[in-house]
């Protein structure tokens, strides 16, 4: 049903409340409304608790583990036919919050969405682009219900999203989702972590804070959500593409079993060169199952190309901001 006078609903059956025509997202849930725009176009398969995306230029896996009883993590990816953009996703409910799957999932619908049609023009700012994204995100994970009965936090999720246009990838992120650039130089690690070991690490030494009482040193200190601080805090840097390679996003489901940047690279360099993207993503989660598996496995992978144009060179790295 659409046009003037049309009562639309949220599809969440937990939600269902009425929304406005042309609306993108529930404004009581943050559902992304499937009236709004398509956030994805390619293959997906589903096999139990591990689902596959695929697209030409990008793909993704998305696996429970092991040892954890639902799956927390979301991705989300799409291909902007014509405009030579890819947008990545990945999202990681926290685990000690209400709804987290709820969470991580309404973030990376929202952030998909909002990518999507910001850099679909000419002229794009994508920096923009991924703030305006986290904002919205903010909003809808902030706007998800729970049981505040439960005794558990508010819905929260962590983000690591990516746009790739003009041979330039913008990385946005918060929480401990990462990125990295996989590529014939080697690999090295685009984000930051949010936690209090990476916040200590960055005062400098200081003995015995463990013993003082301060959080454990994975403990987040930054994510999306209710008491989270969303995208007027996002971190956001624009990193050159000047070889062939893989853009590769990931929760700690996979990174706690590589967390050196060089061991991703190995892994990587383990398949063949120019590798598609959807065997890469493959290859690390179940490189992560076979290690332990013990957390949720989140893997969305882009193929970059060649050498850029001559309009290309000279453009060097924008940093973080």
């Known amino acids: 049903m659409s046009g003037a006078g049309a009562v639309l609903r949220c599809p969440d059956p937990a939600c269902g ?10 404004e009581a849930c943050g559902r992304l409304l499937p009236h709004g725009p398509a956030p994805a176009r390619g293959h997906a398969r589903e096999e139990g608790d591990r689902v596959e995306v695929w697209l030409p230029e990008a793909a993704g896996v998305c696996d429970r583990g092991l040892r954890r009883r639902r799956n927390e993590d979301a991705m989300a990816l799409s291909a902007l036919d014509g405009a030579g953009v890819i947008v990545l996703v990945v999202c990681d409910g926290v685990s000690s919050s209400a709804e987290a799957a709820r969470a991580s999932r309404t973030a990376a619908d929202v952030t998909l969405a909002v990518l999507v049609a910001a850099t679909a023009h000419e002229g794009a700012d994508p920096k923009a682009a991924m703030r305006e994204a986290a904002e919205e995100a903010q909003r809808a994970v902030a706007a998800v219900p729970y049981a505040r009965a439960s005794g558990k936090e508010p819905p929260a999720s962590t983000l690591v999203a990516a746009v790739v246009r003009d041979r330039r990838a913008t990385i946005g992120w918060l929480g401990d989702s990462r990125a990295y650039l996989v590529g014939p130089a080697g690999a090295r690690l685009l984000s930051r972590d949010h936690t209090w070991g990476e916040e200590l690490a960055s005062r400098g030494p200081a003995p015995g804070w463990e013993a003082a ?105 924008e940093g973080t901001s």
Do not use: M
Not at 17 to 26: E, N, T
Not at 253 to 268: D, F, H, K, M, Q
């Open 17 to 26: 409340v009425p929304v406005p025509a042309g609306d993108r997202f529930c």
């Open 213 to 317: 009482g301060q959080p454990d040193h994975q403990a987040l200190t930054r994510w999306l959500g209710a008491d989270g601080e969303g995208g007027g805090s996002l971190p956001v840097r624009t990193v050159p593409i000047a070889d062939a390679g893989h853009l590769l996003l990931c929760s700690d489901g996979l990174w706690n079993y590589a967390p050196s940047a060089e061991r991703l690279g190995r892994l990587v360099g383990e398949l063949a060169p120019g590798a598609a993207p959807l065997p890469v993503a493959r290859r690390l989660a179940d490189f992560a199952r076979a290690t332990g598996g013990h957390d949720n496995i989140t893997v969305v992978v882009a193929a970059l190309g060649g050498p850029g144009t001559a309009s290309d060179r000279g453009k060097g790295e």
